[in-house]
């Protein structure tokens, strides 16, 4: 799927030519289409993350641009210059693997270095350049130690400041908090961050954890079966998905099939017989009258009351089949008289609440702009 | 792998014997191996120790004892040091010694640059191949090793298909001297040893990170670099150990140098076939084989030393 033209132009950025581009890309492998006409545009100093389950092709496309995987069609343009058949070895790029793929018989200086060294570079500067990217990365006096001494989190500079310190245009980075336990992901994360803004290095990301992707990146481009189905910042992939497997992937949602019943330029009404009854959303949408839509809403933007709300459209009554207490949530299960259960959460602002219980009848309600409507 | 491999023998083992009869369990599995080695191995080296400090009589054994009673309750340990002096006095021990350690190690040399290929290819052919391919490794081991180097002589021969092929292709004019030369031990040293070297290799091979590979050529390194920066020195405890598993072996081989090998082709296997069947010297023949032993251990500690020193560099 190429985007389209409007989306492209959107996409376009500022500073005039794309960056990197990726045009047209397809990967067979025999009769398995791993990646299919998949174009995209990327960014100088952009962080650009490829969100997708496993087998969805995000890997592939990642191989493609550092030159593991020779594409089946297309072309790959680095600042302007045709990379789609360089060898590895003489790409502007480096990788940062899920594994990290450091050299075990090497100490960290030297892991480093490695890549200075095929530069041929003299031994002073190859020393400086190694002390600063070391530096960089917090890790001074650790340059004598070998792999196996080092700790995941250290591993994954070493990893990182390997692949930085030959000052690549473009650098990859497959699933990078990957090998990390939870506590560590969250402060690498940022740090990550941090480091990419200093450098200004152009990232692409590929990963299957949304949560990383949404805070790493500055545009997500959401894949499956090899396309792309949506390329937009964190805000516009969550609250505006085109798509429902988009909404589904990305967080968590309730989804309902409806049929267009009332459509106007700043509203329309759609008939959900799973919800029984109709949902209001306030802007216009793109589809013929009468046309089978599906309805997203996110569970954090439905309200739980125990009196009837206001409000004339979109509001239900149900029964709470489930409450989870997370802190600083409230999961909430809640039956409707349809037998569809419908997923909310609440936050737990109030110290001293009466909470809702088990089993208890319930008004639900959200505002007519919570609902997104996607035809795909 | 091996570590893998061991740590999972071990672990079984342990399972095996379960956590509360493990000291009475683990005591017992190792102690039947360490007794048939003990047996077979240990005591036999004991008595060929006993019979290289004895001295020649014409008896059955053919050997003096070493402990004798010396008249009046005196128990006398006689041991006679001549015959090392005497193996390291006589030019020709020196020499068959010094010709079989260059053998062996130019078969070596010569199994390890045909093995590696081999063993990589097989590591990194697809996998219902490498199956195949390894399975044709082991395959000659079907086949009793004496017949397979009489197969040689038969190949070798003058009559024989090589010189028959070569013949007909023109390349020579007559039949040329193969069999009973240097080329020839060679030839089946390194045929009958190579299993030993591509086996170990296989498994170091096998078990490299490809990944590595990409991270090589990802910064930069061309793959025939890479191959001498990464995959080599990564794989260099099956080089050590294909080359101790040739190179041990192929130092006292008899066979060989017996069966393929001219008369001039002097090794020390069968100089102590000599002295034991021919000169029925006993004594000298048990010295020889201590002496090789001894050469042997001292490559085997000197490799390991170096081994371990790589890996804590």
New interface residues.
């Given amino acids: 799927m190429s985007p389209a033209p409007a989306e492209r132009a959107a996409a376009a950025p500022v500073s005039g030519e794309p960056y990197v581009r990726i045009d047209r890309l397809t990967k067979r492998f025999g009769e398995f289409v791993a990646v299919q006409q998949v174009s995209l545009d990327i960014r100088r100093g952009e962080i650009f993350c490829l969100l997708g389950g496993s087998g969805c092709g995000k890997t592939t496309l990642l191989r493609m641009l550092?030159?593991?995987e020779a594409p089946s069609e297309g072309a790959i343009y680095i600042d302007g210059v045709d990379v789609t058949l360089v060898?590895?070895?003489?790409r502007p790029?480096?990788?940062m693997?899920q594994?990290f793929?450091?050299?075990?018989?090497m100490t960290v200086e030297q892991n480093v270095a490695?890549?200075l060294r095929?530069?041929g570079l003299r031994g002073a500067d190859i020393a400086r350049r190694v002390a600063e990217i070391l530096a960089l990365v917090k890790l001074e006096g650790y340059d004598k130690r070998k792999p196996h001494q080092l700790s995941g989190g250290q591993k994954q500079r070493v990893a990182l400041a390997?692949?930085l310190v030959?000052r690549p245009k473009l650098l990859l980075l497959d699933e990078p908090l990957g090998a990390l336990d939870k506590k560590l992901r969250e402060h690498t994360q940022f740090e990550l961050v941090n480091l990419q803004q200093q450098l200004g290095v152009t990232f692409v990301i590929v990963t299957h954890d949304q949560e990383e992707a949404m805070t790493l990146a500055a545009r997500i481009g959401v894949m499956r079966a090899g396309q792309i189905l949506q390329v937009g910042t964190p805000t516009d992939i969550y609250e505006f998905p085109n798509s429902r497997y988009v909404a589904d992937f990305i967080g968590s949602v309730n989804l309902a099939e409806g049929r267009l019943i009332e459509d106007a330029p700043d509203h329309v009404r759609i008939d959900v017989p799973q919800l029984g009854g109709t949902v209001y959303v306030d802007h216009g949408v793109s589809a013929p009258p009468d046309a089978q839509v599906s309805v997203a809403i996110r569970p954090e933007k439905i309200h739980l009351s125990r009196e009837r709300p206001a409000q004339q459209d979109n509001v239900l009554g149900g029964v709470i089949t489930g409450i989870a207490y997370l802190g600083d949530v409230t999961r909430y299960l809640v039956r409707l008289p349809t037998g569809y259960v419908l997923r909310v959460s609440a936050p737990n602002v109030f110290r001293h609440e009466e909470r809702l219980a088990d089993a208890e009848t319930v008004w639900i309600h959200w505002h007519a702009s919570a609902a997104v409507v996607v035809t795909g | 792998m091996n570590s893998r491999v061991q740590s999972g023998l071990l672990g079984a083992v342990t399972r095996l014997t379960g956590p509360g009869r493990s000291a009475v369990g683990r005591w017992f599995v190792i102690a039947v191996p360490y007794f048939w080695l003990a047996l077979f191995f240990l005591v036999p080296f004991l008595i060929v120790l006993k019979i290289a400090f004895s001295n020649v009589q014409l008896s059955m054994p053919p050997v003096e004892p070493v402990v004798v009673w010396a008249g009046d309750k005196v128990l006398q340990l006689r041991l006679h040091f001549s015959n090392f002096a005497f193996v390291f006095g006589d030019r020709l021990y020196i020499a068959a010694f010094v010709n079989s350690l260059q053998i062996a190690a130019v078969s070596t040399l010569f199994a390890l640059l045909i093995g590696y290929p081999m063993a990589y290819g097989i590591a990194r052919a697809p996998g219902t191949w490498r199956n195949i391919l390894f399975l044709l490794v082991v395959l000659p081991f079907f086949t009793s090793f004496l017949l397979r180097v009489y197969a040689w002589m038969g190949l070798l021969g003058r009559n024989g298909p090589i010189n028959g092929l070569l013949l007909a292709l023109g390349l020579i004019r007559e039949p040329v001297q193969l069999l009973q030369t240097d080329f020839a031990v060679y030839l089946g040293m390194v045929y009958s040893y190579l299993p030993f070297m591509v086996l170990p290799l296989y498994t170091a091979i096998e078990k490299l990170d490809l990944t590595l590979l990409e991270a090589a050529a990802d910064l930069g390194c061309r793959p025939t670099k890479a191959f001498f920066r990464i995959t080599l020195p990564l794989t260099k405890e099956g080089i050590f150990a294909g080359c101790l598993l040739v190179f041990i072996p192929a130092v006292g081989e008899y066979v060989i140098p017996a069966l393929l090998g001219g008369p001039d082709t002097l090794m020390i296997g069968r100089v102590v076939w000599d002295e034991f069947f021919g000169n029925r010297d006993w004594p000298v023949a048990s010295a020889l084989a201590i002496v090789l032993l001894a050469i042997l251990a001292g490559f085997v500690l000197l490799l390991q030393r170096v081994q371990s020193r790589g890996q804590e560099a």
């Fill in positions: 550092a030159g593991f060898p590895p070895y003489e790029v480096n990788m693997f594994s793929a450091l050299f075990p018989h490695f890549g095929q530069d390997r692949a030959k």
